[in-house]
Nanobody, 115 residues
């Protein structure tokens, strides 16, 4: 059974940083493409960053230069380092992995950027 568990969300002031973690069980992250999405209040879920099986990463224009996605194979965990956070980054953040037969999602972690 595949399970993804996100952590690291919270309340942060504008300009601050957070690191989100997504720990997997039942699936090996390094064998598949994985990603972080977010869903701001009242809006649709949107792609934030993606990392391919080979380690190539790409980002939404809105977070380029501020967010970094990475993967630790030994810990079977994907991270999202978020710097220079702004109020518009406030959202529920979800990780996913595109497995062989389906996409798996975590339960989400809330990030609130406010002074």
């Amino acid at each position: 059974q595949v399970q993804l568990v996100e952590s690291g969300g919270g309340l942060v002031q504008p300009g601050g940083s957070l690191r989100l973690s997504c720990a997997a069980s039942g699936i090996i992250f390094s064998m598949y493409q994985s990603a972080w999405y977010r869903q701001p209040p009242g809006k649709q879920r949107e792609l934030v960053a993606r990392i391919t099986r080979g380690g190539t990463s790409n980002y939404a224009d809105s977070v380029k230069g501020r967010f970094t996605i990475s993967r630790d194979s030994a810990k079977n965990t994907v991270y999202l380092q978020m710097d220079s956070l702004q109020p518009e980054d406030t959202a529920e953040y979800y990780c996913n992995v595109e497995g062989q037969y389906r996409i798996y999602w975590g339960q989400g972690t809330q990030v609130t950027v406010s002074s």
